[in-house]
Antibody, heavy 116, light 107 residues
Framework: QVQLQQWGAGLVKPSETLSVTCGVF????????WTWIRQAPGKGLEWIGE???????KYNPSLKSRVSISVDRAQNQFSLNLTSVTAADTAVYFC??????????WGQGTLVVVSS | DIQMTQSPSSLSASVGDRVTITCRASQGFADALAWYQQKGGNAPRRLIY???TLQTGVPSRFSGSGSGTEFTLTISDLQPEDFATYYC?????????FGQGTKVEVK
């Protein structure tokens, strides 16, 4: 059974770049789409974007100029980078595998706080 | 963007109650909708996909219905473990958008 494990810096300074990586264990990147979703403290869920094994991406226009998602086939993982962060980017960031067209298997979440 | 308006934002209910949560979409689509349950800060759990298909392993007291601009999640016999926050997600068009969430609390 596939499991997703996330890691990344928990504290990022304003204007710097947030990076979170999602490792895929017990399965392969091949044949699936992968997504990032975030949740600000006490708020709802926000879709950030998705990527497939071939590296094709879709991003939320609200973040499009700052976000990039990439895959590392050799390491069987995918990553989120968000540039020029502000306090508004403080959130728990979740990775997920898309199955039946929507997120099904999720990572544990990574809290990223933007603060100086 | 497709706006998903979820209601109510919260509700109080008792064990055994029937609970209904609604998501209204700003534009219609057939069945590109899923429902999730989230407890605390844990990752969401998928309950329903394709508007009405019950995820394997999810109790049959959960059901989804609807198409077009109105979708509904029903919990027919609320159990103690069902007190949580519920979200709808549309994936008909990019960007995918979630409803604002419904917190189901103990009455």
């Amino acid at each position: 059974q596939v499991q997703l494990q996330q890691w990344g810096a928990g504290l990022v300074k304003p204007s710097e770049t947030l990076s979170v990586t999602c490792g895929v264990f017990g399965g392969s990147l091949t044949g699936y789409y992968w997504t990032w979703i975030r949740q600000a403290p006490g708020k709802g869920l926000e879709w950030i974007g998705e990527i497939n094994y071939g590296g094709n991406t879709k991003y939320n226009p609200s973040l499009k100029s700052r976000v990039s998602i990439s895959v590392d086939r050799a390491q069987n993982q995918f990553s989120l980078n968000l540039t020029s962060v502000t306090a508004a980017d403080t959130a728990v960031y979740f990775c997920a595998r898309i199955s039946r067209s929507v997120p099904y298997t999720w990572g544990q979440g990574t809290l990223v706080v933007v603060s100086s | 963007d497709i706006q998903m308006t979820q209601s109510p934002s919260s509700l109080s209910a008792s064990v055994g109650d029937r609970v209904t949560i609604t998501c209204r979409a700003s534009q219609g689509f057939a069945d590109a909708l899923a429902w999730y349950q989230q407890k605390g800060g844990n990752a969401p759990r998928r309950l329903i996909y394709a508007a009405s298909t019950l995820q394997t392993g999810v109790p049959s007291r959960f059901s989804g219905s609807g198409s077009g601009t109105e979708f509904t999640l029903t919990i027919s016999d609320l159990q103690p473990e069902d007190f949580a926050t519920y979200y709808c997600l549309q994936h008909f068009d990019y960007p995918w958008t979630f409803g604002q969430g419904t917190k189901v609390e103990v009455k």
